[in-house]
């Protein structure tokens, strides 16, 4: 067998049903073999953009993305899409083509050294170097990328080991040593746990990606409503709890509802799972949170403490961590009465929730993503590009289901959403997906849209058009006297004519009635479709929190 | 409060596992004064040994970040008082004249090193201890003129029965 169809075959093994990627010189004979295959290849039109595909689709469908590439450029062109991954503990197994063994080292046409150059964001990386080693290096590559805490693994392939004949064995076990175990919580840290929850007053939780990760929301919403603890989530935990739930606070952070990020402070122990307490969720470090006791569940040692101190600490997979923690306070609290605490947290929800808009503006971002969620099911997907659309998103459209919000949150990668989007309807076909996006984001991926056409997997993207680099313009607006440098993108160029030239439906809308209307045709229609929504290019995303401050010191 | 920390790993022994371990130092920001590395027990294994500077959530975190990695085996901290740490150092002077090399013979006897080459102009002394001692030395012979100086780095290993090892 070739290494070329060992390659496949293992692929096949490990159940991938779709590859994104583009083919050059040095992987030719791995599309020689997928031709043979049942497993469907996306063609992208830039390298990048398959790298987001394969993790729209793992974090849609929770399995593994898969993306491939010729050497040199190809390779390097993932690199965006994978640092994008490991940051959001997305698992995606990357295919590399590699110039053969002998030219390896000797600058040859096409070669980049892409496992040194992808090293800081890859958690397994392999060059087989035999067509032998082949089934071994797939089988790992995949079992490291969905182990613990996910993240990208890269494999790269010598087109000479493509094109060798050996004969394969294939198996499924596993020869790394260095594999750690997964830890698991002992009963001990969790009784201290289950009692410092049922001693609080003022419990709340913070949920981060990791509860999604690990596919442990019904938990969470369990042991949330066991304590009568209100949810915060980071970004990524968005859609954990369903957003309209009594408990449900939304997310806090430098873009989280003012209510949230006041609310927090009260707590007297704050419980966050799955999260890692960056920057954009704390606001300043020392400040956030100084009275509350803090618990820190995380599958990832290294994350214990590294930002935040805290308190007590459970190493562990969320799920079997909150059906313990449930386990030992079900008995204990299950005819909580509400206190203080449950009557405090349905007024300030009520607070937020009935904000009326006082702008007389027709088409402004939470008008247009209200009217978006009221309008397509609860199932949906949504992506979204990165930077004022993003937060507008975060803010002002709620997510209801877990795997149904993805976007690109400790990267903040422009470009992210269409690709990404395109990921996830490729791995639930059944379900209506949209990205939400602005200008300046989806002009970096745009020509996903021939992939989109072309392989006829539709989204809908919702572009939030305000002819700028909107969240610079933004942050010169209020932090560099109004000086707008280098933000201005112009009227170009025309979504509408762009969409159509790709063979895409292009709508522009002018208010939120046609707005409505676009979204209801391109949920009956199942086409690929661009609506462009032209909005204010002064308009700001509030309430924000300035960088290094605290939460509590909310502009807007 | 900042201190040394040593850590002893044990890693594949294979091409490109150096690279992997130190970039993961270069990303995380870690101050590392030494790494000292070679093949361990066993062919196929390797054991090296860093030194960094840092607080005790460093160590911790560096420990941690050191253990995600899958080419790393087993990583642990070593309590110095419950370990042998040992660096070499080549440490080459200028000796042209008899009284400058009894000098250094003196010295050289004193922190119990050897001389290893001689020439006319210059004379090689090997010396083994600790990161302390080897610097101390140096600093007393520096005025007869350093002309080049090697050191290995700080290796370890745990007093008495206790190990860093791969389970059986």
Same mark, same amino acid.
């Given at each position: 067998m070739s290494g070329a169809k060992a390659l496949v075959k293992a692929l096949e093994r490990e159940k991938v049903e779709t590859i994104f990627g583009l083919p050059g010189g040095a992987i030719i004979p791995v599309y020689d073999a997928l031709l043979d295959s049942n497993i469907r290849h996306v063609l992208v039109r830039h390298e990048q953009s398959a790298a987001h595909m394969a993790d729209g689709y793992a974090r849609a469908s929770g399995k593994t993305g898969v993306c491939m590439a010729t050497s040199g450029p190809g390779a390097t062109n993932l690199v965006t899409g994978l640092v994008t991954g490991q940051l959001d503990s997305s698992p995606i197994v990357a295919v590399t083509g590699q110039v053969s063994t002998p030219q390896i080292g000797l600058d040859a046409f096409q070669e980049a050294d892409i496992i040194s150059i992808a090293s800081p964001a890859t958690k397994y990386s392999h060059q087989p170097r035999s067509v032998e080693e082949i089934p071994s290096t797939v089988r790992e590559a995949f079992f490291i990328a969905s182990l613990g805490r996910p993240g990208p693994a890269l494999i790269d392939l010598p087109k000479d080991v493509q094109v060798d004949s050996a004969e394969v064995k294939f198996s499924d076990k596993i020869r790394i040593r260095g594999i750690k175990p997964i830890p698991t919580p002992d009963n001990t840290q969790i009784g201290r746990v289950a009692e410092m929850l049922s001693e609080a007053e003022k419990p709340f939780i913070l949920a981060g990606g990791g509860v999604i990760v690990s596919n442990a929301s019904n938990q969470l919403q369990n042991l949330a409503e066991l304590l009568l603890a209100p949810v915060a989530t980071s970004l990524m935990g968005k859609g954990v709890i369903p957003e $309209?739930?009594?408990l449900s606070m939304g997310i806090i952070g430098m873009h989280g509802s003012k209510e949230a990020n006041k609310i927090i402070y009260d707590a007297d122990v704050l419980l966050a799972i799955g999260c890692r307490f960056s920057d954009r969720t704390t606001g300043k470090l020392d400040e956030f949170c100084p009275a509350a006791k803090v618990i820190q569940i995380d599958i990832d040692s290294t994350e214990i403490g590294k930002n935040k101190c805290i308190d007590a600490a459970i190493v562990s997979d969320a799920a079997p961590a909150l059906n313990m923690l449930n386990k030992a306070l079900v008995k204990k609290l299950k005819h909580k009465k509400k206190t203080s605490w449950s009557k405090k947290i349905k007024e300030i929800k009520e607070i937020s929730e009935n904000?009326?808009? $006082?702008?007389?503006?027709?088409?402004t971002p939470p008008k247009i993503l209200r009217e978006l969620r009221r309008l397509i099911p609860d199932k949906s997907i949504v992506t979204t590009e990165v930077g004022q659309n993003q937060m507008w998103a975060s803010l002002y459209f709620k997510a209801l289901r877990p795997r149904t919000f993805i976007t690109s949150g400790g990267f903040g990668c422009m470009g992210y959403g269409f690709p990404a989007a395109i990921g996830a309807k490729a791995a639930r076909p059944d379900l209506p997906v949209f990205d939400i996006a602005g200008d300046g984001s989806f002009i970096m991926t745009e020509n996903s849209l021939a992939t989109s056409v072309l392989e006829k997997i539709p989204v809908t993207v919702v572009i939030l058009n305000n002819r700028m680099l909107g969240m610079v313009a933004q942050w010169q607006r209020l932090f560099f006297n109004r000086r707008y440098s280098a933000v201005q993108l112009g009227n170009v160029p025309d979504f509408v004519k762009l969409a159509e030239s790709y063979g895409a439906q292009g709508i522009r809308v002018g208010s939120i009635l046609e707005f409505s209307k676009a979204i209801k045709t391109s949920l009956k229609e199942e086409v690929t479709t661009v609506i462009d929504v032209p909005i204010d290019p002064e308009e700001n995303v509030l309430p924000m929190v300035p960088v290094g401050y605290s939460l509590k010191e909310v502009i807007g | 409060m900042t201190k040394t920390y040593i850590i002893s790993a044990l890693v594949e022994h294979k091409p490109g596992v150096l690279y992997k371990i130190s970039n993961m130092f270069w990303r995380r920001g870690f101050n590392i004064e030494s790494v000292a590395i070679g093949t361990a027990e066993q062919e196929d294994l390797a054991r090296i040994t860093i030194t960094i500077e840092g607080d005790e959530k460093d160590a911790e975190q560096f420990v941690g970040h050191l253990e995600k990695l899958i080419d790393v085996l087993k990583a642990t901290r070593l309590d110095p008082k419950k370990a042998v740490i040992r660096e070499l150092a080549l440490v080459k002077l200028k000796a042209k004249d008899a009284k400058m090399r009894s000098d250094i013979f003196h010295y050289v006897d004193v922190f119990r090193g050897r001389i290893v080459d001689v020439s006319p102009e210059t004379a090689t002394v090997e010396i083994v201890g600790s990161k302390d001692k080897i610097d101390a030395f140096i600093s007393l012979t520096k005025s007869f003129g350093l002309v080049e100086v090697a050191r290995t780095g700080e290796t370890a290993l745990i007093r008495g029965p206790e190990s860093v090892r791969l389970n059986e």
């Open positions: $309209n739930h009594p904000k009326i808009e $006082n702008s007389g503006k027709e088409l | -």
